[in-house]
């Protein structure tokens, strides 16, 4: 499935309302103001169980310790909107990583204290986020040498358009490619070259196959129904169906050729014959 575009997502997303979090984000985001950035290093908040909210220790000691402290954090939770139904606590040990070690804990410091700017506050709201986003965005486009022609996203310098925009050039040339075959199935590879220079076997054989399931599904679903639609969409998928299948040029489709490719029953279907040319086998206007 091709991906989408940031341009795209962002013009469709819409905030929810701030009632509407669900309770164990919100007192997972108020966490470390309920026990202290500490405490919360060592326990999180994993799940609520009726009117009990469990919470994943790194050790039994930590769950001891916290168990202690059940009234205290039970008194926080009750400043949280969302945790208004929380009447106690249940605890888990050993669900949490074991912490890092010092030596990785002393490289964790020195990377931030020789990084060349501290991670940035919280966005206040969702339009200053978007905001700081635009940005840093803007930043690496100025810092790139190359951008998508499309779109104007940078890019590795040995692409040309970025991975959304090219995944809609290739369906919107599928869907093209789909269409001209489906008006005139009869044309070769070399005459469709015409109007798809680049146009290879393989991706003329993927558009044939694809039409062809797509049409089958069509015939199918009006033979189990015993009846074609008011637009007689059938007859028309039939006669590409045909065309496609056989590879033929038109003038060399018969009325066998026809109910070999269809079977009596879909034939019989799309072009019932007259009353009086029901011994005639005239089948004239088939797949044209």
Known sequence: M????????????????????????????AWPAIVGPAVAAHCTPVEISGTA???ATRSSAWSQQLQ?????????????????????????????????????GVRARTERRNSPEPPPEPAADVAEAFERLRRRIAGVRRSTRAACS????????????CAP?????????????ERIVYLAPWLSLEELREQFPTLGAGEFERSRRHLLQRWWLVLERAKRAGKLSSSGLERHVASSYVLLQSRLAPDRITPAVVRNLLGPEL??????????KANSGDSSNKAR
């Open 68 to 104: 202690l402290l059940s009234i205290a954090i039970l008194g926080g939770l009750a400043q949280v909107p969302a945790a208004s139904k929380i009447e106690r606590l249940t605890f888990r040990s050993g669900l949490l990583r074991p912490p890092a070690s010092r030596k990785a």
């Open 165 to 177: 925009c090219a995944g809609a050039a290739e369906k919107d040339r599928a869907l093209r490619l």
């Open 150 to 161: 499309s779109c104007g996203a940078p890019l590795e310098a040995a692409a040309k358009t």
């Open 2 to 29: 091709p991906l989408q575009p940031l341009r795209e997502a962002i013009q469709g997303w819409k905030p929810g309302r701030a009632g509407a979090l669900d309770p164990l984000h919100a007192i997972a985001a």
């Open 267 to 276: 034939d019989a279907l799309l072009w019932p014959a007259a009353p009086d």
């Open 53 to 55: 909210l469990v919470i």
